[in-house]
Antibody
């Protein structure tokens, strides 16, 4: 089955860290760019970060630059998002989403919830 | 990196057509032919409806169509059905391998 599965979310105190994982299966993972997108409770979608298919190019939204780091391991078909210096406003469901120039960003995971609270 | 501008809500009756707009700038919507639209039902992950302005993934009905003029992209849904009731988001390439979402539009089928 073609899918992306996120994991690693949970409850963390302000200033803390988490590492999210996005595991892929059923397709040629190394051909796909991967985005992380978040959605705060009751709010809209917000782009967080993107990594190119080969991992050489990584970009970030201004709101997370310097605090979050995206990486990928194509041998393990997995993308990671390291979240550091977490703030209450980082509380959201985090989705990973993948695509190619031919398909657009068509493949989405089910999301993992990150809650930042004391 | 302000969100693209979408109407907060639109509505239509079954069988009618509705159009959702997405307004940006010449640095995003107007600068590239890389606009996508997503449908999101409550509690679900977003689903790609169109990409590269007008391209529809396989399985998406041709009732959904995308277009663009200048700095504004649009999603038109014809022959409205009850299951079309959802939130809709536009997504545009903004240069330097970054993208930006619209604020989202809630579609109500009356």
């Amino acid at each position: 089955e073609v899918q992306l599965v996120e994991s690693g979310g949970g409850l963390v105190q302000p200033g803390g860290s988490l590492r999210l994982s996005c595991a892929a299966s059923g397709f040629t993972f190394s051909s796909f760019w991967i985005h992380w997108v978040r959605q705060a409770p009751g709010k809209g979608l917000v782009w967080v970060s993107r990594v190119s298919a080969d991992g050489s190019d990584r970009t970030y939204a201004d709101s997370v630059k310097g605090r979050f780091t995206i990486s990928r391991d194509n041998a393990k078909s997995t993308v990671y998002l390291q979240l550091n210096s977490l703030r209450a406003e980082d509380t959201a469901v985090y989705y990973c989403a993948g695509g190619t120039p031919a398909t657009g960003t068509a493949l989405w995971g089910q999301g993992t919830l990150v809650t930042v609270s004391s | 990196q302000s969100a693209l501008t979408q109407p907060r809500s639109v509505s239509g009756s079954p069988g009618q057509s509705v159009t959702i707009s997405c307004t940006g700038t010449s640095s995003d919507v107007g600068g590239y032919n890389y606009v996508s639209w997503y449908q999101q039902h409550p509690g679900k992950a977003p689903k790609l409806i169109t990409h590269d302005v007008t391209e529809r993934p396989s399985g998406v009905p041709d009732r959904f169509s995308g277009s663009k003029s200048g700095n504004t992209a649009s999603l038109t849904i014809s022959g409205l059905q009850a299951d079309d009731e959802a939130d809709y988001y536009c997504l545009a390439y903004a240069g330097s391998n970054t993208v930006i979402f619209g604020g989202g539009t809630k579609l109500t089928v009356l």
